[in-house]
């Protein structure tokens, strides 16, 4: 199990602090991953990246970006891929979370993923452009996101609270279609984040609850599609 756990000037490592017992009192019966996340951003805020070295250092055992919350959005993922390759850990960053299907972060993950042989160590969550592209650009996404190693983990719950609040009408709904892209050969997971806050205010952190919810978002119904769905929160993100 994997928990992004955010470092920031101002809460500091008490994240850290309250969760690393958990990763020894439970080593009995599951794997504890911490993702390191500047939720906040990194590069615009001081102190932010000495967190988050000192986390890796202490426990850590992935490293997160969010770039869509920092002054300068491809510093941070560059630094990102930095300290990962420092501490060889892998990454786990939240990316492109909004409707507009052009522009956004992705191509230059896939390409810093590529030129630093990262394929396979690297994730991005949320991408809700992907949901807002057209056939053509969501086909040529995928492929190149297959051919850099480039994971994806939609956030269905998230996703569907936050995207589309500009709408008065035919609201959006935001859930990248994952189980279309593993037909492309991306690999994809089904997950949850922020339970019972205010970006997501429902849920109690089951992932069956959020593979139906998916399934019902994204008019889900083909048998394979549907295995899929059990996969996605199984053995595609065990992978």
């Given at each position: 199990?994997?928990?992004?756990?955010?470092?920031?000037?101002?809460?500091?490592?008490?994240?850290?602090?309250?969760?690393?017992?958990?990763?020894?009192?439970?080593?009995?019966?599951?794997?504890?991953?911490?993702?390191?996340?500047?939720?906040?951003?990194?590069?615009?805020?001081?102190?932010?990246?000495?967190?988050?070295?000192?986390?890796?250092?202490?426990?850590?055992?992935?490293?997160?970006?969010?770039?869509?919350?920092?002054?300068?959005?491809?510093?941070?993922?560059?630094?990102?891929?930095?300290?990962?390759?420092?501490?060889?850990?892998?990454?786990?960053?939240?990316?492109?979370?909004?409707?507009?299907?052009?522009?956004?972060?992705?191509?230059?993950?896939?390409?810093?993923?590529?030129?630093?042989?990262?394929?396979?160590?690297?994730?991005?969550?949320?991408?809700?452009?992907?949901?807002?592209?057209?056939?053509?650009?969501?086909?040529?996404?995928?492929?190149?996101?297959?051919?850099?190693?480039?994971?994806?983990?939609?956030?269905?719950?998230?996703?569907?609270?936050?995207?589309?609040?500009?709408?008065?009408?035919?609201?959006?709904?935001?859930?990248?279609?994952?189980?279309?892209?593993?037909?492309?050969?991306?690999?994809?997971?089904?997950?949850?984040?922020?339970?019972?806050?205010?970006?997501?205010?429902?849920?109690?952190?089951?992932?069956?609850?959020?593979?139906?919810?998916?399934?019902?978002?994204?008019q889900v119904g083909a048998r394979g599609d549907v295995?899929?769905?059990?996969?996605?929160?199984?053995?595609?993100?065990?992978?």
């Amino acid at each position: 199990m994997r928990t992004h756990l955010e470092v920031d000037p101002t809460i500091g490592l008490r994240g850290l602090e309250g969760v690393l017992p958990l990763v020894a009192e439970y080593a009995w019966a599951i794997d504890l991953e911490i993702c390191i996340f500047p939720q906040d951003g990194m590069l615009n805020l001081p102190g932010t990246e000495a967190l988050m070295i000192e986390a890796l250092k202490r426990g850590g055992s992935v490293v997160g970006a969010c770039p869509y919350t920092d002054s300068d959005p491809t510093g941070q993922i560059d630094r990102v891929f930095e300290i990962a390759r420092e501490f060889d850990v892998d990454i786990d960053m939240h990316l492109d979370f909004d409707l507009d299907p052009e522009g956004g972060d992705l191509e230059y993950v896939c390409d810093m993923t590529e030129r630093l042989d990262y394929g396979g160590r690297v994730a991005v969550g949320h991408v809700t452009k992907i949901s807002a592209m057209t056939p053509a650009h969501f086909e040529a996404t995928a492929k190149r996101m297959a051919q850099s190693g480039v994971a994806l983990t939609v956030l269905p719950s998230t996703d569907l609270f936050l995207m589309g609040r500009g709408h008065d009408y035919s609201t959006t709904r935001g859930v990248t279609p994952a189980h279309r892209l593993l037909r492309h050969g991306v690999n994809c997971s089904l997950s949850t984040n922020n339970v019972l806050n205010p970006f997501t205010p429902f849920g109690d952190g089951s992932l069956l609850r959020m593979a139906n919810l998916y399934a019902n978002v994204c008019q889900v119904g083909a048998r394979g599609d549907v295995i899929e769905c059990f996969r996605m929160i199984s053995d595609r993100p065990a992978h």
